[in-house]
């Protein structure tokens, strides 16, 4: 009977280590759910603040905000077909939104017992990260001289020497509402055209600009400091603008903008200048002649009742230089333009006539597309069309001569020039 008792007893406790055992799997196990599920928890926030973040920085629909780029005929002044968004599972880091094109021109040009023809290549790279709701960074990468603010390219030749590339921006943006800043080297930030302003230039100093709605009608306010020359004895060379603008349709497809500027040069320095900075403008003593305190106003109509391809533009640019110390102080440029280059199989067409007076303008930063930064009167018919996604053909013709004999050169006032321009472009 104690023998059996035993037996038994000994048979009982030999199963408790047992069921202890199968108790702290089991709350291991426990233990490993609860941390599995703490991480699904994790990964589906971080997964939903990256999706809040690409939806936040994904490029926005052009807004009457945008800068308007209405211009003489040129690869730059005519609009590029729109790049897309990154192909589904590209890899993208959230917040940072890389773009850029290339471009490749054939370039022919007219002049009695002198035609030449060149080829050019134009690079850029740019990027930008948005740090959170406000700050953004950014950079662009160019090819070209980097001397040269209002050109980008480079001439094919000199047996084959490498480009040179520079960092031609570098920026911090701050925006909150209607109201954006920029400090650094950045993009051009007013309506402009390539009379004024070539599309390459980018300042540098300081910017900002203020946008709101009223009614129907738009209005934007701008401003900059803009750092010419800094110089360690003398006055440094700057220029303070502004811009209003006032855009509202006039019916559902008839829209109308007016535009008035106002840019005060002072040029105190003027050693960080070379010849390619001065061209056409007047010297005395090594510096400019005039001073430049320019007044410009700017307006344009829209149709596009047409239809949506052919929508029709006529833009009007009026100079005036205050500071002139010569009677050549006015320019003006008329441009008419029917057409997009949105969407493959797009056409645009562009004509435009204008004139310049010698020292209307600052040529250190006006247009390159002819070899007469001022005192030129010119016709100019730009045609691009956008065979595919990505990519655009631009053909264009300018027909220019010298507007004031006086100040003509070796060129003859009396004889047109012919420049024409065929440029292929890859956007992404």
């Known amino acids: 009977m104690h023998i059996r008792t035993l037996l038994l007893a000994a048979t009982a406790l030999s199963f408790v280590p047992t069921a202890q055992a199968q108790e702290g799997r089991i709350a291991a196990l ?33 807004s009457p905000t945008q800068p308007v780029v209405a211009a003489a005929p040129s690869a730059a002044s005519l609009p590029v077909a729109a790049t897309g968004t990154a ?49 953004a960074v950014g950079t662009q990468i160019a090819t070209g001289d980097p001397d040269d ?78 750092v010419i020359d800094e110089a360690s004895v003398a006055r440094d060379s700057d220029m303070l603008g502004g811009q209003l603008a006032l855009s509202a349709p006039l019916s559902s497809d008839f829209k109308a903008g007016l535009t008035g500027s106002y840019y005060h040069y002072r040029l105190g320095s003027v050693a960080g200048a070379d010849a390619g900075d001065f061209r056409g403008n007047l010297l005395a003593g090594g510096r400019y002649l005039s001073d430049f305190h320019l007044a410009e106003g700017i307006g344009t109509l829209g149709w596009s009742g047409l239809s949506d391809r052919w929508p029709l533009a006529f833009t009007a640019d009026y100079v ?39 020292d209307s303008v600052l040529a250190a930063f006006s247009h390159d597309n002819i070899d007469l930064s001022t005192n030129y009167r010119l016709h100019g018919l730009g045609i691009g069309y956008v065979p595919a996604p990505h990519l655009q053909l631009d053909l264009l013709w300018y027909h220019y001569r010298p507007l004031d004999p006086a100040y003509a050169g070796s060129l003859s006032p009396s004889d047109w020039l012919d420049r024409i321009r065929l440029a292929f472009m890859v956007s992404f």
């Not at 890389?98 to 850029?124: I, L, P, T, Y």
């Not at 051009?188 to 129907?216: H, I």
């Open 149 to 226: 603010p209002n050109s980008t390219d480079v001439t094919l030749g000199n047996f084959v020497d490498d480009f040179q590339v520079s960092l031609d921006q570098a920026w911090i943006r701050y925006s909150n509402g209607g109201f954006t800043t920029y400090v650094g080297k950045f993009p051009q930030q007013f309506q402009r055209t390539d009379m004024l302003w070539d599309s390459d230039v980018s300042p540098q100093g300081v910017a900002a600009a203020y946008g709101a709605n009223v009614g129907k009608a738009r209005i934007d306010a701008r401003g900059i400091w803009f």
């Open 320 to 358: 005036k230089n205050l500071g002139a110390a010569v009677p050549g102080d006015t320019a003006f440029n008329l441009e008419f333009a029917a057409g997009r280059t949105a969407k493959p199989g797009d056409v645009r067409i562009a004509y435009n006539y204008s004139e310049v007076e010698v």
């Open 30 to 62: 426990e233990r490993k759910l609860e941390e599995q599920q703490q991480r699904i928890d994790q990964l589906e926030a971080m997964v939903t603040r990256q999706a809040t973040m690409i939806e936040r920085t994904s490029p926005p629909s052009p």
């Open 87 to 135: 192909p589904e599972g590209a890899f993208r880091l959230p917040g940072l939104d890389v773009s850029g094109d290339m471009r490749v021109r054939q370039e022919w040009n007219f002049v009695d017992g002198r035609d030449r023809s060149r080829s050019a290549v134009r690079a850029r790279l740019r990027a930008t990260y948005k740090i959170d709701d406000h700050f």
